[in-house]
T-cell receptor, first 110, second 114 residues
Framework: GQSLEQPSEVTAVEGAIVQINCTYQ??????LSWYQQHDGGAPTFLSY????GLEETGRFSSFLSRSDSYGYLLLQELQMKDSASYFC???????????FGSGTRLQVQP | DSGVTQTPKHLITATGQRVTLRCSPR?????VYWYQQSLDQGLQFLIH???????AKGNILERFSAQQFPDLHSELNLSSLELGDSALYFC?????????????FGPGTRLTVL
């Protein structure tokens, strides 16, 4: 299978900045997506990186370094509603599907 | 609302039984993906259909099968159900099924096998 690593849990306070890291297997890598999932809800798309660098969408940014097989999701000005699980999901050309790991559970505290 | 619909929302059945989960993709999307999410687990990719044809297979058991119909809706059939099959089953749709596509997820079907 394809190895994928991200922290299982992260805790931060309202208004803070948090970074969720993701390392993935290089072979056949095409691009990296990030999804958010609230408890009991469906995953929703946040961001996608195919090239190295930073993609910014409001309070959320995603970064990719293909040479390091590494990416991260940056959440700024944290709000209570950001408490959710966050999944990095690489796409591998051979697999023709996203690979989701176990995700990172973010808990935002007052 | 993602535009992807799944029925039923909840399903309770017994071991050994067979069930069918249904998914209607967003209007215009040709690809449908099925995922399984067990308690506190990540999403396990099961299968991907594009315009009626199977495109990719993931960790799908032989007891499970799927198809995509000419109107692009899809069904996931689970047979000889076991307790361990209890999970949330999501379908997602995307425009073309390429790596750059955003996948839009339905609300899921919660399957409980007793």
């Amino acid at each position: 299978g394809q190895s994928l690593e991200q922290p299982s849990e992260v805790t931060a306070v309202e208004g803070a900045i948090v970074q969720i890291n993701c390392t993935y297997q290089t072979s056949g890598f095409y691009g990296l997506s990030w999804y958010q999932q609230h408890d009991g809800g469906a995953p929703t798309f946040l961001s996608y990186n195919a090239l190295d660098g930073l993609e910014e969408t409001g309070r959320f940014s995603s970064f990719l370094s293909r040479s390091d097989s590494y990416g991260y999701l940056l959440l700024q000005e944290l709000q209570m509603k950001d408490s959710a699980s966050y999944f990095c999901a690489p796409w591998y050309t051979g697999r023709r599907a996203l690979t989701f790991g176990s995700g990172t559970r973010l808990q935002v505290q007052p | 609302d993602s535009g992807v619909t799944q029925t039923p929302k909840h399903l309770i059945t017994a071991t050994g039984q067979r069930v069918t989960l249904r998914c209607s993709p967003r209007s215009g999307d040709l690809s449908v993906y099925w995922y399984q999410q067990s308690l506190d687990q990540g999403l396990q990719f099961l299968i991907h259909y594009y315009n009626g044809e199977e495109r990719a297979k993931g960790n799908i058991l032989e007891r499970f099968s799927a198809q995509q119909f000419p109107d692009l809706h899809s069904e996931l059939n689970l047979s000889s159900l076991e307790l361990g099959d209890s999970a949330l089953y999501f379908c997602a749709s995307s425009l073309s099924g390429s790596g750059t596509d955003t996948q839009y997820f339905g609300p899921g079907t919660r399957l409980t096998v007793l």
